[in-house]
């Protein structure tokens, strides 16, 4: 008779273990997109470089141009040279604005990062308490008034809250500017005031879904046995929602907290439409519509890895939460 | 929450029998313009008002229920159609090359959100409304799989599975017989979810230029069409957002009460 | 002294009357057993005097504890009463602790909620308690999480737990339901040497009478909510003055009437494993390393012949269901070979071949798809053979044979109670007339009465149709009852083989010795 397992007598081999199986699962979802973007970007429409010029360039034009973009060879190589280039941080060269990608991207990112980052920890504020309020108080006002509230909430399309919000805040009350971005190097004050307004029209409809997932999983959990035995133990309903079901309703949670990720990059991608703000978002609508592919396929390539890291991250908080997972294969 | 549901099936019920009945009668012609008419507010000619270009708004609202609901329907179509097997399929080689080869496949689907998925396609393929379709029915499928994987992996430990294997069913007759019926229930809840989802999600893609095309109407263009008009008349923005809030809410009420009409746990008690 | 004075206790959930005018008195450190089946309302009881019943319950009544009214109680006043003066375990240990905390963590909190240690005074206390319910720090650290350890392990620290502060009373629920025989052995010397060194009194819910009859000096006998006997058990035992207590003794010591067995030796084997093993692929140490392999079956080898009841016993995790799994041709065999009839048996085999074996689960509610008809779940097995046409008419006689009305055909199986379910899934086996029917703990769920009468069934189908039996169990005293021969089966071997009394009464292997040693009993003369 011992402990079932030997893993106790080596501390951390087990995180160790686990985070090498993770990495290594990274690096192959990030290798498997890549291939997918760049299929359907540069290898279904045939020849890039002659799609982005339309029907009437002359061969000569094309030539020059797939030259300039480095967009000779056959698919493989051309695969190779491209995510060869983005792991040293070359994304290729914009061909309307003739400036390296990278260049674009990073500018853009300063108003997209925060944007949904800021959204996040507002949906997760907000969620926390709220949800935390409704599954304590279950089937009393309180619980009755989140559930509506927040029924509405996962209703709204963030974009015309958004529009809604204007309406309200920027054209009537004139506390907070209607659209556009001053850029960060005109203060964090004014910069963060133009990104109020696009990160609560974000932020609301997302904490609506997570307040109701973390109020379900805590009443799941509420119904545990070992909820059962801490208040066998003497603890009051309450400790024993704070000290044993909140951490144990945290795995789901946090399994939607990272799926949210995913929608607030596109929430925030279509969000700066509304606010005018010079985002990703507006980047890859304008190159769409100018048939620039390379941007196209840096900035969703982009968005698909910050996904994937994302759920990299949710896996790793999984470990530190709950010690079972780091024990299985 | 018997009142949730019902008020659910109203108004998704109103969302469907509006699109319908656009097919023979609206108010007005969506299509008709009158400058003279412009942004109007709402009259008892026009119900809800005009927009910019003085088309009646009501009978824009009706049409473009048509394509919210074609679209998200369709989308949850291809998740199902495509998910639903291989959900199946990897919970019958639970554990196995397959099972893995799915799920990771899933993994790597659920890393495009359908915004991404349709920015590829239009960058290639140009907008359209069925590039909407397409990528948000691609998106439903990891869903649909998930769901279904993790509903068949919980009967797959029973000992009625068991009992059929022992009477010497297949992988493939055990799935049809006895899972897919008793995971219907899931299916069911899981596909008024996605539907409203794809709503939302059409909503936002033709907003943005990635969905339906003019002249087909839809409740996310109007939206983008009103965003400059807003200040100067705010009908024209509120009544499409309404329509959109009225026919997302009235699934999650329904889906949630059928969720819990469908609940084995309250099922047994009966 | 009076400990616990109950009187008058009745609770209703949603206005469902759950218990009346139960009532008892507990003295101090004293042992009371509350016997009864399922759904008798011992386990309401408890949670009444805890004050955790469910929601929407009501409860009247009056339980004088140490000068205070429990049901009385204001909830605060429960919450510093509960784990201080009175601990309670339950009977699933594996759910019973919080995964994501660690066993000291988790005893220390009965301390630190009460105010009656700090943080690390509380967890040197917590060491204390986990050694002395056979938790060692040396081996179970307190930073040892629920998960790494056994089922009987974890109700250790449930224990400790619920005894951290000494309280006067401890309420054990069922607490080795859920544990193999000698697991359960152990546990209850703990909690009687516990209770003892402590001065506590307990009070025990079982369904078994052999528990009780081992360890309680007292017993109320519980029959729809209601107290129907009580007195010191072993008067209570030796008189059975009521009529209840009376068959629920039958009922456990029942031995249906069985032909003799056939005449060995002439026949072929009906069933031959030789050698069977089974392997499985464990989690690897590390990133590198190699997986690891589980032997479950380990050189099996045994015959059973036509007619013959055959019994195979052993603990949870010895490889009887891994065993099972391959005898029916679920799984494939790593090693060695199992016939049915002379021929390999194996997930390709033939439906004629795979239709001379059924069998019969243990989980009455698993066993049935909810969703069909019990006709046409009695009919599945037709599919080896082929549906005939009058596939109704057999269902129905089936159905009839098992002692059920042909009619019920058109029910579904929510309809039905655990025990009218193993006759269906009796039915189910016999339909397509197997030569070998597998009955995988297939009493194991049921109460004792009910068990009573599913066993005389089987003996009477043994005999009408010849059948042969393969007996999966972890009860002694049932394979006993049913079988002429008995395997023991240890950490994937068989230990011993031989006649089922014989293995019983003189077990000549180590283990056997072990099981049968562990196996509660009520004493020969009390019977």
Redesign the interface.
């Known amino acids: 008779m011992g402990p079932s397992s030997l893993a106790a007598e080596i501390p951390g081999s087990d995180m160790i273990a686990y985070l090498a199986r993770r990495l290594v699962s990274l690096a192959l979802s990030l290798a498997a997109a890549s291939v997918a973007i760049f299929a359907v970007i540069e290898v279904i429409p045939g020849d890039p470089a002659a799609f982005m010029l339309g029907l009437n360039a002359s061969p000569e034009t094309v030539a020059a141009l797939r030259a300039e973009l480095g967009l000779e060879g056959g698919p493989v190589d051309r695969y190779l040279a491209w995510a060869g280039g983005m792991l040293t941080g070359d994304f290729g060269v914009s061909y309307t604005y003739r400036t390296p990608v990278a260049d674009l991207v990073a500018d853009r990112l300063a108003v997209s990062g925060p944007l949904a980052l800021l959204a996040l920890a507002l949906a997760a504020g907000l969620a926390l308490p709220v949800g935390l309020l409704a599954a304590a108080r279950r089937g009393r006002a309180a619980d009755v008034a989140v559930m509506g509230a927040t029924q509405i909430g996962i209703s709204v399309p963030n974009f015309w809250f958004a529009m809604l919000l204007v309406l309200v805040f920027a054209v009537n009350w004139q506390v907070l500017p209607a659209g556009g971005f001053p850029g960060w190097q005109a203060g964090a004050g004014p910069a963060l005031a133009a990104l109020i307004l696009p990160a609560v029209a974000l932020a609301l409809p997302q904490a609506a879904i997570l307040a109701r997932v973390l109020r379900s999983a805590l009443i799941e959990t509420l119904g545990q046995d070992y909820i059962r035995t801490a208040r066998a133990k003497g603890l009051s309903r309450g400790q024993a929602l704070r000290r044993h079901a909140f951490r144990n309703a945290l795995i789901p949670v946090l399994t939607i907290l990272g799926m949210q990720f995913s929608f607030l990059l596109a929430g925030a991608i279509i969000i700066e439409n509304v606010f005018y703000l010079p985002g990703l978002g507006r980047l890859v609508f304008q190159a769409i519509t100018q048939r620039d592919l390379v941007v196209v396929e840096s900035v969703v390539m982009l968005l698909v890895a910050a996904v994937i890291l994302v759920t990299f991250l949710v896996d790793l908080a999984y470990a530190a939460v709950d010690p079972r997972l780091r024990h299985r294969a | 929450m018997r009142i949730?549901f019902g008020l659910g099936i109203l108004l998704s019920l109103a969302a469907l029998v509006a699109a319908l009945v656009s097919f023979v009668w609206t108010p007005a012609d969506p299509t008709a313009m009158a400058i003279a008419q412009r942004l109007q507010p709402p009259s008892a000619a026009h119900w809800a008002g005009t927009d910019h270009f003085g088309r009646d708004i009501a009978s824009m609202l009706m049409v473009g229920a048509r394509t919210s609901l074609a679209v998200a329907l369709l989308a949850v179509g291809i998740g199902m159609a495509v998910g639903v097997p291989l959900g199946l399929l990897a919970a019958a080689r639970r554990g196995g090359l397959i099972d893995e080869a799915v799920m990771?496949m899933n993994?790597?689907i659920?890393?495009?959100?359908?915004?991404?998925i349709a920015?590829?396609?239009?960058?290639?393929f140009g907008p359209s409304a069925v590039n909407a379709i397409l990528a948000i029915g691609i998106f439903n499928i990891p869903v649909f799989a998930r769901v279904t994987r993790g509903g068949a992996l919980s009967l797959w430990t029973?000992?009625?599975i068991?009992?059929?294997?022992?009477?010497?069913?297949g992988m493939a007759r055990i799935s049809l017989e006895?899972i897919l019926?008793?995971i219907a229930n899931l299916l069911i809840v899981q596909g008024t979810i996605q539907f409203?989802l794809g709503i939302?999600a059409e909503?936002?893609l033709s907003?943005?230029?990635l969905g339906a095309q003019p002249p087909t109407p839809s409740w996310?263009r109007m939206?983008?069409e009103?965003?400059t008009m807003?200040?100067l008349a705010?009908h024209v923005?509120?009544f499409?957002?309404l329509a959109?809030?009225a026919t997302?809410?009235g699934l999650?009420?329904m889906g949630d009460g059928l969720r819990d009409a469908l609940d084995?746990r309250l099922r047994?008690a009966r | 002294m009076t400990l616990l004075r109950l009187r008058d206790l009745d609770v209703a959930i949603g206005g469902t009357p759950i218990l009346a005018g139960v009532g008892f008195d507990l003295a101090e450190g004293a042992v009371m057993g509350l016997v009864g089946e399922s759904g008798s309302g011992k386990s309401m009881t408890a949670l009444a005097l805890m004050g955790l019943l469910p929601e929407g319950a009501t409860v009247t009544g009056r339980a004088d504890f140490a000068g205070r009214d429990l049901l009385a109680l204001s909830e605060t006043a429960l919450c510093g009463l509960r784990g201080r003066e009175i601990g309670m375990i339950f009977q699933e240990p594996m759910t019973a602790l919080n995964p994501l905390q660690t066993i000291g963590d988790q005893v220390a909190e009965t301390l630190i909620v009460h105010g009656a240690a700090r943080r690390a005074e509380a967890r040197g206390v917590a060491a204390e308690r986990l050694a002395r319910v056979g938790l060692p720090q040396d081996r179970f650290p307190l930073s040892l999480y629920p998960h790494e350890l056994s089922g009987g392990q974890r109700q250790r620290v449930c224990i400790a737990m619920a005894v951290a502060l000494r309280p006067k009373l401890l309420i054990a629920d069922e607490p080795t339901t859920a544990l193999d025989v000698t697991t359960q052995a152990q546990i209850l010397d703990l909690l009687t040497g516990l209770v003892a060194e402590e001065r506590m009194a307990m009070l025990l819910i079982t369904h078994d009478l052999a528990v009780v009859s081992g360890t309680a000096d007292h017993v109320a006998v519980m029959q729809a909510g209601r107290i129907v006997e009580a007195g010191a058990t072993e008067a209570v035992f030796r008189t059975r003055a009521h009529d209840y207590t009376r068959r629920l003794f039958a009922a456990s010591a029942h031995r249906p009437d069985r032909r003799p067995p056939p005449p060995g030796g002439e026949a072929p084997p009906l069933l031959e494993v030789r050698g069977a093993v089974r392997e499985y692929r464990l989690p690897r140490p590390g990133p590198f390393a190699p997986h690891p392999a589980l032997r479950a079956v380990d050189g099996v080898s045994f015959a059973l012949g036509p007619g013959e009841s055959l019994g195979l016993v052993g603990e949870s995790g010895c490889g009887k269901s891994t065993l099972t799994r391959a005898i029916l041709g679920l799984d494939a065999l790593q090693g060695g070979e199992i016939r049915l009839a002379g021929v390999p048996v194996g997930p390709g085999m033939d439906p004629a071949l795979r239709a001379r074996v059924q069998v019969v689960f243990q989980d009455p509610y698993g066993s049935f798809d909810p969703r069909w008809r019990v006709e046409r779940l009695v009919a599945e097995p037709f599919h080896l053979t082929g549906r005939p046409d009058d596939w109704r008419d057999r269902v129905g006689a089936a159905l009839r044979e098992v002692g059920l009305a042909p009619g019920d055909g058109a029910k579904f199986i929510h309809e039905f109670s655990g025990g009218q379910r193993q006759r269906i899934a009796i039915a189910r086996a016999l339909i397509i007339r197997p030569d070998l029917i597998v009955l995988d703990e297939a009493v194991s769920a049921l109460d004792v009465r009910v068990r009573a009468q599913i066993l005389d069934l089987l003996a009477a189908l043994q005999d009408s149709h010849g059948l042969a039996y393969l007996f999966i169990s972890h009860d002694l005293s049932v394979v006993r009852a049913v079988t002429d021969r008995v395997l023991v089966m240890q950490a994937g071997r068989i230990v011993e083989d031989g006649a089922a009394e014989a293995v019983l009464t003189a077990p000549r292997h180590a283990y056997t010795q072990q099981l049968v040693a562990a196996t509660p009993k009520i004493p020969e003369d009390w019977m």
Do not use: E, M
Not at chain 2, 119 to 124: G, Y
Not at chain 2, 162 to 169: E, L, S
């Open positions: 949730g990771r993994d790597l659920f890393a495009f959100p359908s915004l991404v920015i590829l396609i239009t960058a290639v029973l000992d009625y068991r009992a059929a294997r022992v009477a010497g069913k006895h019926p008793n409203s939302l909503a936002g907003y943005v230029g996310g939206l983008a009103a965003q807003v200040t705010p923005a509120i499409p957002g959109i809030v997302v809410l999650n009420l084995p047994r």
